[in-house]
């Protein structure tokens, strides 16, 4: 990474400190865990933080929040989906998140426990004005992310960075979003049988009577 792009990823991460203690941290982490600087990532980290005040929730260190995001893939500004991850702490390693791959710039944060469900989505007019943005029309063109001028991707973070909640987002009410009880999570280990590596023991299978992992068991899943 160059070192103007780590100063710009910086000082745009220092902005989060207008959203409370620590979110300057998060911010700036977003930036490195995304690798460049564009419009889909800030907006999504925004909006996964107004999804939390919503709730009156805290950004999930544990297990206790599902984010569904409603981007996909093959379209710009799928950004929004790692900046929700980063913003709701809702983690693809914690099994926290997930993409509908509806093509728009949305989530819905639930609360395991209560049911309690909110959905923020990014304003039309916004959209809309992040696509005739000059980052996006030389994305379109196939100009890489970090081949775009470095000031072009900051004006556009600096100015939906400057925008208020009310001016970026559509807040719903919120409402009760029914989850199945998740599945006990396994602390047992195994050793595959045929290829000796561990496998955790939930995800094993048996084949003549021995453990292998799925791999290695010849089954779909």
Known sequence: MKSDQITAMRELGA???????????????????????????PLGFRAAHRALEALGAERELNMGTLAFVETGSGHAAGCFADGVQMGSGCTFGKGLIERTHYGKWALTLVERGSGRAVRVSVRLEVMQASFQSPFVQQRK?????????????????????????????????????PLPAPKPASFNLLTCSACGEAVAENKARLLDGKPVCLPCSGYGG
């Open 15 to 41: 902005k989060g400190q207008a959203l409370g203690a620590l979110w300057d941290q998060y911010l700036t982490s977003a930036f490195f865990v995304h690798g460049h600087v564009c419009g889909g990532m």
């Open 141 to 177: 063109q196939g100009v890489a992310p970090t081949d775009v001028p470095l000031d072009v991707g900051k004006s556009l973070v600096e100015k939906l960075l400057a925008r208020t909640d009310e001016e970026l987002f559509t807040v719903s009410e919120v409402f009760d979003y």
